[in-house]
């Protein structure tokens, strides 16, 4: 419209919108066209809601008369097609069927309530579609209406009236069968059929209840004398059984009271037996027992002799294992503070070679750099001497070529171009060679170095990361040496495993030295070891995290000077 509006007024001369360019009106336009033709395709859109069925006619192809779509949607193309929708709400219809003949030509009325709606499979939406659109609720009643009266009185017309009042299911059921593809014909389903009544013009429906009521009663009765005979009939049975009951009872008594005095003799009989066999058996226990208990008494007086002298034995080898246990354990101490020593001294070796290792590191760098100054320098000696023999070489050309410049100045010149050749390949190929020396030295050391830096680093990371999660160096420090430790008491072991300690014997000369006045060169040595025991204590502490107990290292000089040697002029000292 404004597009329109635009071009009217740009034709009517109007100087300002004259002045408006063409491209944007025709862009305009086709702005506006494209919004028409969208709110068309948004209103042909149509939605198809889960009561209803959206009936697509016109041009649907496929060979159907309309397209039917229930619960979705669908696009209704303009011009070609049209849509209504069909009501699926159910529809109630009342017969009141009346004068139907049944199978004996008896006139009944059948008073019944339908339920039907339209269908939503396929074939029953297309039936429906084609012969119910456009029709409303009261048409299609009349419709099923016409359908139903005919088919329930061909229903009727084929079941007998007992049948019909007695069998209802049946009943409902060949009413449902001969309904159903009638109605389907049509576009409606069948929901439900309520029957209300059946009745009967000429009284045969009443007069069959009231036989049903005289049988019934007659029945009764029938089963009132029934149930009377039969409890005259037991209480006849009752006094025969009781007199029965009675004639055993006093059989069970007489037989019973014989059978007791029968049982009382002979077990008066058993027990005097038992009585001469038990005090038979009682006189040959008891003769068995003293013999028993006489064997029992030599067996326990043989098992204590042997249980002392097994005794005697056993002290004796405890004796010997706790005298070999206490050299042991004795072995085992001196073992064990050489093992600390040693693990001092591989600590302090550690820290050597990682100062080794840097050291080595630096020399290398510098090794490289001189090696490569070298071999430079020695590549510019090679150039020099090359370019030297190169102009000697000239220079004998020269002198060569002025001697026979007058007979062969031409093969002069090619000998003078081929030794030029020759002397620059040379220095060339020489000069090559100390490069390509010079960079694989380089190489090779750099690679070596780099090798080694990395080896460090990575232990340095290594190292910062247990010390992190060790929390301070002393402990990760503690920690690597308990990593360590086996393999320091392996060495250990190793380096003590043939000394000897089963005997020491010290000899000395008496007192003096720098001792106190009286004081053996023995008493001196245990003192020396007592004063050393408690810094080697602290230096195991610190340095592996290993406590040994307090009680290995109360030696004092007290206790030890108490002591006093037995001779000024010679002591022998045996330990172990």
Partial sequence: MLSVALL??????????????????T??????????????????????????????????????AAKCVHGGAAFVLPLVQDYDYLNLDPIQIEVPLKGALSI???????PSVFTVAIGTDPETMQNAAIRLLGLGTQEVKEQARDIIFGQLRQVIASMRIEDINRNRDQFLESVQKSLEPELKKIGLVLINVNITDITDESGYIEAIGRKAAAIAIQQAKVDVAEQEKRGQIGVAEAERERAISVANATKVREIGTREATREQAIKVAQLDKD?????????????????ESQRQQAIRIAELDRDQKVGEQQAAFERESRIAEAERDKRVRLAEANATAIGGEATAQA?????????????????????TKKREAEAAVLEAQNKAMAKAALAQAEKIEAEQRAALEAPAKAQKAKIIVDAEAAAERVKLEAQAAAATIYA?????????????????????KIIEACGSPQAAFQLLMLEHMDALADASAKA???????????????????????????????????????????????IGGVEVPEYLAKLTSDSLTESKPPSTNGTHAKIG
Avoid: H
């Fill in 8 to 25: 009217a007024q740009s034709k009517t001369g109007n100087p300002n919108l004259a002045e408006v360019p063409w491209p944007v009106v």
């Fill in 27 to 64: 862009a305009l336009a086709a702005g506006l066209v494209l919004f028409s033709l969208l709110m068309l395709l948004v209103r042909r859109y149509k939605r198809c809601p889960s009561n209803r069925i959206l009936v697509i006619y016109g041009k649907t192809g496929g060979g159907n």
């Fill in 104 to 110: 004996e030509n008896i006139r009944v009325n059948v």
């Fill in 275 to 291: 009585r001469e066999v038990g005090e038979q058996t009682a006189l040959l226990e008891q003769e068995t027992l003293i013999k």
């Fill in 351 to 371: 820290s050597i070679a990682g100062a080794q290792a840097t050291l080595a590191v630096k020399n290398a760098e510098a090794y490289q750099v001189s090696e």
């Fill in 444 to 464: 090779k050391l750099e690679a070596e170095a780099r090798g080694q830096f990395e080896i460090l680093a990575k232990k340095g990371e290594g190292l910062k």
């Fill in 496 to 542: 003590i495993s043939n000394i000897k300690f089963d005997k020491v014997v010290v000899w000395e000369g008496g007192g003096g030295g720098n001792g106190a006045a009286g004081a053996s060169s023995t008493a001196s040595f245990l003192q020396n070891m007592a004063r050393m025991m408690p810094p080697m204590m602290q230096v195991m502490k610190d």
